[in-house]
């Protein structure tokens, strides 16, 4: 495919401490050449028969793609991020914004940082929506390529210094002013609005379990950590009890094939959480016949596993 060339997104003329003459040069010379050789290298990969070009060049040309490619869609970002006051943020976006940073100022505090932190270094400053986690963070990509996995940004600040040193110097934190002057709002809440839209990514549905609720592994530990009356139950098969060497702390071992021998010795008050391995089928299985025995119980998502990658405390199965 051949990339072409997305039109200025703002108006240089409009813009406060920041010459048309700038934003003509970044984005003719540094956007323009970045396209250019991100079409060069396109062609150079359509050439290539994958299967007789050595692995190491097919590597290196897919890395300049990628940071080219990135080059290209944060300049436009870069542009699309100016032609505003920077002062007046729609409702929608300061409430977003003080719901993941604790304060509008706090936010801008920490983004000013970013953007002098690069300071006579390079590398965007950018303020990303992130499906999974459903809140925008700040972050720093010190070169083309360091983008957040799945993330969507919706402003972007170059601190490369060809997208200032033209005007201001080296004085990073004049930019930096200047820049959080222009920010439009108005833009970065319609980028916002679309990031949000976008799904976290989906989970292993588990079919024959559609309603069984579950507890994530922290929740448990927040419930053992303050003292939270908890039943907690491993129902490791019995098969792979000899290979297994420890058990989550606090839990007690029970076969999921004999519930019925032990089922009178919980409590119906207070509430039972369940697991296996890895968090599916048995663990699942019992909390599903707890349930309907009429106990409060959940199975622990991620299971044994899951317990152990958050640090929780594990002792000697004995
Ligand atoms: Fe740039």
Redesign the pocket.
């Known amino acids: 495919m051949e990339y072409t060339i997305a039109p200025l997104f703002c108006r240089p003329w409009t813009l406060n401490g920041i010459s048309p003459h700038l934003i003509e040069s ?1 984005y003719e010379s ?1 956007y323009g050449n970045a396209l250019d050789r991100l079409n060069a290298i396109t062609d150079e990969l359509a050439a290539i028969d994958p299967a007789t070009t050595p692995a190491h060049v097919i590597c290196r040309l897919k890395r300049d793609e990628a940071a080219l490619l990135n080059s290209t869609l944060l ?1 436009e970002l ?1 542009f699309a991020s100016l032609g505003g006051d920077g002062r007046t943020l729609p409702e929608d976006m300061a409430s977003a914004i003080a719901g993941d940073f604790g304060s509008v100022s706090r936010w801008r505090q920490e983004f000013i940082a970013l953007g002098e932190g690069l300071a006579g270094g390079s590398g965007w400053v950018l303020l990303t929506y992130i499906p999974r986690d459903r809140r925008l963070t700040n972050h720093v990509a010190s070169d083309h390529d360091q983008n957040l996995a799945g993330g969507i940004p919706v402003l972007a600040l ?1 601190m ?1 210094e ?2 200032y040193h033209l005007e201001f110097g080296a004085n990073a934190t004049a930019y930096v002013a200047a820049f959080m002057r222009n920010i439009n709002w108005d833009a970065v809440l319609q980028r916002y609005r679309n990031a949000i839209k976008v799904e976290p990514p989906p989970r292993l549905e588990q079919k024959q379990f559609p309603v069984l609720p579950s507890i994530t592994p922290e929740e448990v530990r927040s419930m053992l950590d303050t003292g939270k009356p908890v039943q907690i139950i491993d129902t490791l098969p019995r098969h792979y009890s000899t290979r297994a060497q420890d058990i989550m702390e606090g839990a007690t071992w029970r076969d999921p094939e004999r519930v019925d021998e032990w089922i009178g010795e919980l409590s119906k008050t207070d509430p039972v959480v369940t697991f296996c391995v890895y968090g599916f089928h048995i663990g699942c299985e019992t909390a599903e016949t707890l349930r309907k025995a009429g106990f409060d119980a959940r199975y622990m998502a991620g299971g044994h596993y899951a317990w152990k990658a958050i640090k929780g405390r594990v002792k000697r199965l004995d």
């Open positions: 970044h540094n300049h870069y170059d490369y060809h997208a």
